[in-house]
């Protein structure tokens, strides 16, 4: 059977982007049962995707008892609703076979990977004293979108001398804001802008001079988003919510690279179980942002482990 439930976790503060603020994570769980075996898988359904708790939950509930992961692929579209569904069943046949998943996957056993820490959109002043707080950590992401940014980006480059910074515009600027932005965002040593412009507008980024790598977000779902990015990205940012799970996720990743993008694997603010599955195509990532469960107040039992700036892949308890 396939058992759909909303669950919420408060975050240790207010998290804010260039589209509103949080105070928790309002994710559903799925259980799949099958054989005296349990299979465990988290989405966060997105809005701005038209998903909601409900719409997701419909979904879920639609499919038929039995269904394998590659009927799954056929049966949902990509998003929240299939990455949920698609995680659990590779936890119950990593449970059913004795393995792990990664074995399933033909993958060698993962490891730790650096990741980012996210600071949220506030005033300049908060956002610095954010950056000193965490300016030991080796990659902050910054949240930025509004017609007055610079503000912000030189205060957490102020906050935090050393780190490599990553700026995540959340679609929140127009065509010539960015490109009178570059300069500076250069200057200040930005590592890479993830989506600077609306998904739908993003036609102004062909033939634009790169002074820092763009990454697609937003505008990048699964294999099929490829065809749309050519000219206009260096990189994309896998996330499971919106690949439609781990067996896309993976899929995408390889045909990504072989395209030649590089590959970043974020997530939605979601406990460590939604983050336990990415950490297989994060491996050899040249940016991970899987740092929600650090933004929590309360997480899973058996949750992933942070030491020293990275995630650590997770232990059978939690998944997989």
Not at 1 to 24: C, D, H, K, Y
Not at 117 to 137: F, G, I, Q, V
């Amino acid at each position: 059977m396939i058992e759909v439930r909303p669950e919420s976790f408060r975050l240790a503060e207010a998290f804010t982007i260039s589209r509103g603020s949080r105070t928790e994570a309002k994710v559903l769980s799925v259980l799949v049962k099958r054989g005296g075996h349990v299979g465990h898988g988290e989405c966060v359904p997105y809005a701005r995707y038209g998903e909601s708790l409900e719409s997701v939950t419909g979904q879920i509930e639609s499919l038929p008892e039995g269904i394998t992961r590659a009927e799954l692929q056929e049966a949902l579209p990509p998003g929240a609703a299939r990455n949920a569904v698609d995680c659990a069943l590779w936890d119950i046949e990593a449970k059913s076979a004795g393995k792990r998943v990664w074995e399933l996957a033909g993958m060698p056993a993962p490891g730790p990977e650096l990741t980012a820490y996210t600071l949220s959109l506030d005033t300049p002043e908060r956002m610095r004293a954010a950056a000193e707080k965490h300016a030991a950590r080796p990659i902050l992401k910054i949240k930025l979108g509004t017609p007055d940014d610079m503000g912000r980006l030189e205060a957490v480059r102020a906050g935090a001398p050393k780190a490599r910074i990553i700026v995540d515009a959340n679609e929140g600027w127009t065509a010539e804001q960015f490109l009178d932005m570059q300069g500076d965002l250069k200057r200040l040593g930005v590592a890479l802008v993830e989506q600077p412009l609306p998904a739908a507008a993003d036609e102004a980024l062909i033939g634009v001079q790169r002074l820092v790598p763009i990454c697609a977000d937003e505008s990048c779902h699964d294999r099929a988003s490829l065809a749309k990015l050519r000219g206009k990205y260096d990189m994309v940012n896998i996330k499971l919510d919106k690949t439609g799970g781990l067996t896309e996720a993976l899929a995408l990743r390889d045909l990504a690279r072989a395209e030649g993008y590089r590959i970043m694997v974020g997530c939605m603010i979601g406990s460590s179980l939604a983050m336990a599955p990415a950490m297989l195509v994060a491996q050899g990532a040249d940016y991970v942002d899987l740092d929600a469960p650090l933004l929590l107040a309360e997480d899973r039992a058996a949750p992933l482990h942070y030491a020293d700036g990275k995630v650590f892949p997770p232990e059978a308890a939690l998944w997989g």
